[in-house]
Structures are given as structure tokens and as C-alpha cells.
């Protein structure tokens, strides 16, 4: 509580609340917005979050670092259209009744929305036109873009998604972007003014990414171990790495090399039968979501890390978390050739062609046979990391989007 003096003696100005919500992961494991509400928790906000409940996050409420945590139930997890309907509507009617909960227990003066999807404006807009709150657009996904690259065409939905999208843009006070590229869209498809748009890029925050000891069990008595976490989804490209190892097990002949993929998400399941049905479970482990002491085990055992996201103009213009966690713990990474990919990993990467899961197979094999310059690009990658692109630069940024939200 803020201190102020005046002629009136001493009163106290209570912080301002932010209440952010997110729909996509659980906090504290959607990383980037568990780092933006530790920022904003430090910097003397009042934070909030609202998100769904999840594997290892089915707790409806928990207090984290001063931080509230308000989980809600979300019994879909979506494949078809119909499903993403009835999710996302779910998911909306939920987070306007615990919204109606935090502004009782706790108030809010900011509604701080992370898409996707973009329909949080309309909670955001109820209490922006009839209580005066801001809002506060997180940019996290190409939502038309999303869709095109998971159902590959366009149409009637797609257009939808674009007026939902330029109906959040209109209804935020402040819009922050991961990237340059989402920060166009803002500009040129959601006509927001450029002074109003703020980028704050998704960089791993060194307090909570580190480096432990190796555990060479998950080599499962192989020589070299590859590693890779994220959602398991389509736009994920996970089919795309179970090719390249099929390419590396059997065409390249190579047994040893293993593959741990961490990470939950719709395709699970679906992923282990095709893996099953290509004859090489033996060669890849799946965990499912981890605990960070887990996660970071196994990216400290491993040799390459590996970003098989599907080439799609989503992907293209988006910037990927687990690219600026591989760097920071110095991992030589094999991805395709996306725009951003390249500009967050620079050298610190290979690069294949575009989803030819034979040159992506190729590729970690030429790491995996050296070292030598497997070293200098984990090298490069840590430093670019820790010297750039960490949280300890981006969070600074976020603050000063609040403040000029405030203004």
C-alpha cells in the first residue's frame, strides 16, 4: 500500500488491479503471461489471472507469489469447428462469472486479455463502456492465420475471425505485440494508433530457465538425445519431427539417437499411435506436461532441441517461446525456415527447407556428428539470450506500456 502525505494528513492510495485472462494454457504454464504477472506484481500492481484448469493446474484457486490464480473448469479441448464453438463459448461464460467473483473479492481497474481466442473483448467492453475500466490487448496469435493453418482454407469463419480481431483492436486502450510482425497487424489490419501499440517480445525469463544437472536415463541408453517442448497441436508440426526421425531411424540407420517430446495438447494421443504405427516408440518419449524441474532436466541432457512448427503464415510471423528457452540454455536448435524463427535464433540455428522432413532429419544429424559446432551455436544462442532478448529487458518494456495506459 502506497503512502501519500498532504495537508489533510496521511492517507493510503490502493494499487491499481489488474485482472488478466488467458484461455489458452493454465498459469503459471503459459509462460509468458506468468512472467508478465510477476513483472506487474513487482512493479506494485495488484494482479489477477483467470484461466482454465488444466494437468498439474486443476486447483480452482491458488495464491502464487502474491499473485491470484482463479482456474475454471473447461471440460472441451477442441479438434473440429463445432468443438472450438463450444469451447471458446464455455470458456467465455466462465471467465465473465469469475470476473463478476474477482471484481467482489478483490476489484480490477484493467482487463488484461491474452488471445487466443478474440472474444475476450466483449467481457473487456462491458466493463470498459459501463464501469470506465481499460483494456488491454495481449497479442498472442494471428487468430485468422490460426485458422487458416489448422482448417486450410479460408471463408466465412475466417472473415469472422478478422472483424473479431478488429473488434479487439478498437476496443483496447493499449495492444501489445510478441513481435514487429504482430505489431503491423495491429497498425494495418486493427487500425490502431502506432504510439498505442507496444512490443514485448516473449523472452525466457532467467530466474525460472536454467540450467541443472544432466539425467542421462532420458537417453534411454542412446548415445544423443533431442529434445523439444510446446503444445501438442497440428500447427505444432509434431507429425512433420516423427517423419524426420523416421528418416534418421531408418533411412540414415541411426539407433542412437532419442527423442523426448514434453508438452500436452489435443494431438497427444493421436501422435503415439502414428509414432506406434511408424515402428519407432522406442526411439521417442512422450511426457506429457512437466514440472519445470523436469523440463529443464532434459533440455540440460540434451544435445539439439528441435522446432518442428508446420510452415504456415501464422507461424511465419510469430515468435515461439521455446526458441528463446533453447537459447538461453545454450542448445543448438533445427527448425524450418520461418521469418521469426530466424530473427530470434539468428546462428544459433539450422534451417531447414520448409517442411521437407528429410533435410529437417538431416540437419539434427549434422549437429548431432558436431560438436564442435553444436558448442559455438549454443554459445551464441545463450548469449543473444541473456545479453537481448531475456524477460530482465522485455519486462521493463511491459511495465512502460502501463504506464503509458495510465496516463
Not at 361 to 380: C, V
Amino acid at each position: 500500500m502506497t503512502l501519500v502525505s498532504g495537508v489533510e494528513g496521511t492517507r493510503s492510495i490502493r494499487p491499481r488491479r489488474i485482472l488478466i485472462i488467458v484461455e489458452n494454457l493454465p498459469v503459471p504454464f503459459d509462460r509468458r503471461v506468468w512472467a508478465e504477472a510477476q513483472s506487474l506484481r513487482r512493479s506494485g500492481y495488484e494482479v489477477s489471472v483467470i484461466c482454465p484448469r488444466g494437468p498439474l493446474a486443476e486447483t480452482p484457486f491458488e495464491l502464487i507469489d502474491g499473485i491470484e490464480i482463479h482456474r475454471h473448469p473447461l471440460p472441451i479441448q477442441a479438434k473440429g469447428k463445432l468443438a472450438y464453438l463450444a469451447e471458446y463459448s464455455s470458456a467465455l461464460f466462465w471467465e465473465f462469472a469469475y470476473s463478476l467473483k474477482v471484481l467482489g473479492r478483490n476489484g480490477f481497474d484493467v482487463i488484461h486479455a491474452c488471445n487466443p481466442p478474440d472474444l475476450i473483448f466483449l467481457i473487456g467492453a462491458f466493463y470498459k463502456y459501463l464501469f470506465g475500466k481499460k483494456f488491454v490487448f495481449d497479442h498472442h496469435d494471428l487468430n485468422p492465420e490460426l485458422f487458416e493453418a489448422k482448417f486450410g482454407h479460408r471463408g466465412l469463419i475466417w472473415k469472422a475471425l478478422v472483424l473479431l480481431e478488429r473488434a479487439t483492436f478498437r476496443v483496447a486502450d493499449i495492444s501489445i505485440a510478441t513481435n514487429l510482425s504482430y505489431a503491423r497487424v495491429a497498425v494495418q489490419r486493427g487500425k490502431m494508433r502506432p504510439d498505442r501499440v507496444f512490443v514485448v517480445r516473449s523472452g525466457p525469463n532467467l530466474a525460472r530457465v536454467r540450467e541443472l544437472a544432466p539425467d542421462n536415463t532420458w537417453r534411454n541408453g542412446r548415445s544423443h538425445l533431442v529434445g523439444y517442448v510446446g503444445v501438442i497441436g497440428e500447427q505444432e508440426g509434431i507429425d512433420l519431427l516423427l517423419e524426420a526421425i523416421n528418416h534418421i531411424t531408418f533411412t540414415r540407420q541411426r539407433t542412437d539417437v532419442q527423442f523426448v517430446i514434453m508438452g500436452a495438447g489435443p494431438n497427444l494421443e493421436s501422435l503415439k499411435q502414428a509414432c506406434a504405427q511408424m515402428g519407432i516408440s522406442e526411439f521417442v518419449t512422450f511426457t506429457g506436461r512437466v514440472d519445470d524441474a523436469t523440463l529443464f532436466t532434459v533440455l540440460s541432457t540434451a544435445d539439439v532441441c528441435v522446432n518442428p512448427d508446420r510452415p504456415n503464415a501464422m507461424n511465419d510471423m510469430s515468435t515461439m517461446n521455446k526458441i528463446m528457452e533453447y537459447m538461453a540454455l545454450g542448445k543448438p536448435i533445427v527448425q524450418f525456415d520461418l521469418s521469426e524463427g530466424r530473427v530470434s535464433a539468428q546462428s544459433a540455428s539450422l534451417y531447414a527447407r520448409n517442411t521437407d522432413t528429410v533435410d529437417f532429419g538431416n540437419k539434427i544429424l549434422e549437429l548431432i556428428d558436431d560438436p564442435d559446432r553444436r558448442r559455438e551455436m549454443g554459445m551464441h544462442g545463450r548469449q543473444r539470450a541473456r545479453d537481448e532478448l531475456s524477460w530482465e529487458h522485455e519486462g521493463p518494456k511491459l511495465i512502460a506500456a502501463y504506464e503509458a495506459l495510465f496516463k
